[in-house]
Structure formats: C-alpha cells, structure tokens
C-alpha cells in the first residue's frame, strides 16, 4: 500500500514550496523529509532575502519570472504573510563588462516587460549613494526587489503542516528504488512508499541521483555574504534604495537594509569548490575584503565595519540552467536543481514539481531545464556560470 500520494525529498526553498502546493492539492497524502533541522544553515536556502527580479538573460526565464511573482502573492494570500519586498532593481555595468546589459534588455523587451535605461549621471542623480564613472549604463526595473528567503520557506512549511502533510527533519535517506508501480524509500530508518518523489536536495542531489543510476555533472561552490555597518542606515532603506547587481567579472550584487542593521552585499563567486560534507563555515577574509572593496569604491556610504558575514552553498550545472525534469532512467521520480539563482522561482518550481508529479506536465516551458540536455552528457563540460 501506498503510504503517501507524493514524496519530498529536501525542505529547503524549493522543497518546501513542494510540499506547500502538494499539500493544497493532498492534503495528508504527503510526506517531506530533510536530514538535517528545518531551517538549517548548511545549504542555500537560507538567510533574510533573496533577490528577485524580472530582469533576466533569455525571454524564458523573463516569462517564468512573471509566473514566480503569481506563486509567490498566492503564497501571502493564503498564509497573509508579505514574503516579497518590491524596492525596484538596477542591472549596472561598465563599458566593455564581461556580462553586459544586452541580453538582459532584449529579453525584457521580448517579454513585454517595462524598464528604464539610465546612465551614469542619472542613476546617481536618483540614487546618490552610487559613485560612478561615466562610462556605467544601467537597466532599471520598478518590480525588483527581495524574496524574503527564510520566512518564505518557513511559510511553505507551516502551510503544508497545516493542509495535513506529514513533515520531517534529521532523517536521512538510505535507498531509493522503484517497485510495484510506486517509489520505495528508506528515510530516518522507516520505510516510506509514495506514488511519486521529489528530489529538491541541493548540494545533496548529485549522490541521490547517482543512486538511480544517473550521473550530472554538477558543481557545488561555497558562496558569502557580507553585511556592513553602514554609517548612515537612513540612505539604504527599502524605500530609498533599491537591490541592484554589478554586471561584470567579478559579479556583485546586494540589497537595502532589511534582516539585519547592516547593508547586504555579495560576491557572485562560483569559484569555490567545496563538499557539502565537510566545508568551511568560516568566512574568507579574500571575500570580505573584495565586498568592501567594491562598497568603498562604489557605495562609500555602505563601507562600514562587518557587523556579520554568512557563508552558503551553490549547486552549478555546467550552463547555470536549472534542472526540473524526471530523472532519466526512472518513472516516478523528479528532481531539481536550482544553479545558485533558483530562490526567486522557489514557490513557482516547487509548484511545476508537484504538477509534473501528480499530472505529469506542467503549463510552463520547462524544456531548457531537462535532465537530458545534451552539456550534462557530457564527460567534461565547459562550465560557464556568468548569467
């Protein structure tokens, strides 16, 4: 007998949103479990904020961008938490920047999305805060801002809790197989049968998906962030400035004041390579120092002493495309990975998993992001992690 309609493996940010619209749909016929505590730091999903934004490099993702913001007003309406933070958003870059503004502009355009372009002296005009070179040009877009990272997920969880979905932490996974038309697992030492899983494990995929006989190529990297003790918080609030990102190599992006007294900045690294197992949780001094290097050249106002700096985990695929896909080989069993800028989706590809599991399709182009493309066939990819 079945024990559960759907399975989930994983409960951080997209784990949970899983188990949040199973939940809507089952009620009591899911199951979540995580290894670790819910909530717990060693992975990706956690923190005050997370940007989100409708600036993005291809029109498919501009368009699953609109349909994350729906999931996410569905999230408030039914738990009347506000989880996103509108504070509008610049995509900034100097002239010749390895990233660009390009794409970003052409893929809004295409979508239908309204944005300004602004240059140097009119970014700084609006937003004093900013030291620029007159070289910098700027995309500018109102409906950008923070995801509310750790109260989303926990929202997710309470919600599934509440419809009935049977949760758990510390239990870990001892096998998985397909039997009988159904997928058995050993989680936490019990035996759990569901009609069909969710792998949403993050640095911990890799492992699980090999244990079905499918091998990706994914890379995880250890990431941080920065908060700075801003001399003058007033500048950096919500409302008077926005989260914006540095569209060059190095990457650096960062918020207004929110979750701590301090200004949020973070280096886009994808360098670090680490396992999840034994990294680091001590912050790089290398790191810090390039954050406040960066804040002093070009937000001098934000150049404050670290009040605190938190380290977290990206899992990369070759291209930086997620994975939302069944895995290959298998019938009832799906997975996703979010390549280090999935939170901002959570809500929404928690919701596809679900549709995918229980339907067996979903209503959004998800065709970029299948298991089977043909770079995670690939022996040696060239990995390029700049989007």
Known sequence: MTDFRVGILGLGGIGSAAAYWASRRLRSDVFGAEQFDLGHLRGGSEDHSRIIRLSYHTPGYVELAKAAYEAWEQVEVDSGEPLVLRTGGLDLAPEDAAIGLDDYRASMSAAGVHFEELDAGEVMRRWP?????????????????????????????????????????????????????????????????????????????????????????????????????????????????????????????????????????????????????????????DVTEAVTAFATRYLPGAAGPVRVAKTCLYTLTPDRDFIVDRVPGTERIYAAVGAGHAFKFASLLGKVLVDLALDGATTHDISPFSAERPILAEESPVRSYMV
């Open 129 to 285: 805060q900013w030291r620029l070179s007159g070289d910098v040009m700027a995309l500018f877009q109102e409906h950008s801002g923070i995801a509310m990272a750790s109260r989303a997920n926990s929202t997710h969880r309470r919600l599934a809790i509440e419809h009935g979905a049977t949760l758990t932490d510390g239990s870990t996974v001892g096998s998985i197989r397909e039997v009988g038309g159904e997928v058995e697992m050993i989680v936490g030492g019990r035996t759990v049968r569901v009609g069909s899983l969710i792998i949403a494990a993050g640095a911990w995929t890799a492992p699980l998906l090999a244990g079905l006989g499918f091998s990706v190529p994914l890379e995880v990297t250890l990431e941080q962030v920065v908060y700075l003790d801003s001399p003058d918080l007033a500048q950096f609030h919500p409302t008077r400035f926005p989260i914006w990102i540095w569209m060059d190599e190095p990457s650096f992006y960062g918020f207004p004041v929110f979750g701590e007294r301090a200004v949020k900045i973070a280096w886009d690294r994808c360098e670090i390579v680490t396992d999840p197992e034994t990294r680091s949780f001590q912050p790089r001094a």
